[in-house]
């Protein structure tokens, strides 16, 4: 086996594709001229949209607590980074954290527009993707992550406890549910009143 620490500890099966998934439902409600069945369409499905959201969202968490982790081990060689001596583009590298930043201006708008309720989305989830968008900036999208030491944390990240994110890590992936990280969205920023 080889000596190192995991580029993903577990995550690619359980990441679902979330722009992809949110475009193929909008098609679908606006594919219907009249609003009261666009309407209906969009209470069919902005549960599901939902679902696929925070599970994006806890992705990035646990990928934030994953990054937390390694730094707390030694030196030690990432196994199977999968962006290794890849070209870098900025814009591609953040563009699906760029779409979950835009549809959470958006998303409210359409519960409001289509199902009359209000919805707004908690400030920790804004900051998350905030934060996520300046770790895969702030690394340059892994391209030359060769050691754990390579890797460096968006400036709000809280590592106390850093030490024990493996084992949670692991609990959750044990469960295929990547939105039950979000059990640690108000924990993983430092909160900005202690700023």
């Not at 969009?42 to 959201?53: C, E, G, H, P």
């Not at 290794?84 to 900025?90: D, G, S, T």
């Not at 809280?158 to 059990?183: Q, R």
Request: glycine residues 6%; hydrophobic residues 35%; charged residues 25%.
């Amino acid at each position: 086996m080889a000596e190192g620490l995991e580029f993903d500890p577990g995550f690619a099966p359980y990441v679902m594709p979330f722009q992809g998934t949110v475009n193929y439902l909008y098609a679908d409600i606006n594919r219907f001229k009249n609003f009261s069945q666009k309407k209906m369409k969009f209470k069919q499905y902005y549960k599901k949209i939902l679902t696929v959201f925070y599970n994006n969202v806890g992705f990035y968490i646990g990928c934030l607590m994953w990054a937390a982790y390694i730094k707390t081990q030694p030196e030690q060689g990432i196994l199977d980074n999968h962006c290794l001596n890849r070209k870098y583009n900025e814009e591609e590298n953040t563009s699906e954290t760029d779409y979950l930043i835009k549809f959470v201006q958006l998303f409210p708008k359409d519960m409001q527009y289509f199902a009359g309720e209000t919805f707004k989305f908690d400030e920790n989830i804004i900051r998350i993707l905030d934060a996520y968008k300046e770790f895969l900036i702030i690394n340059k999208g892994f391209v030359s992550s060769i050691y754990n030491t390579d890797i460096e944390l968006p400036m709000y990240m809280n590592t106390d406890g850093a030490i024990t994110f493996k084992e949670k890590i692991d609990e959750i992936i044990k469960t295929g549910d990547l939105s039950k990280f979000m059990e640690y969205k108000d924990g993983i920023l430092v909160q900005e009143d202690n700023i």
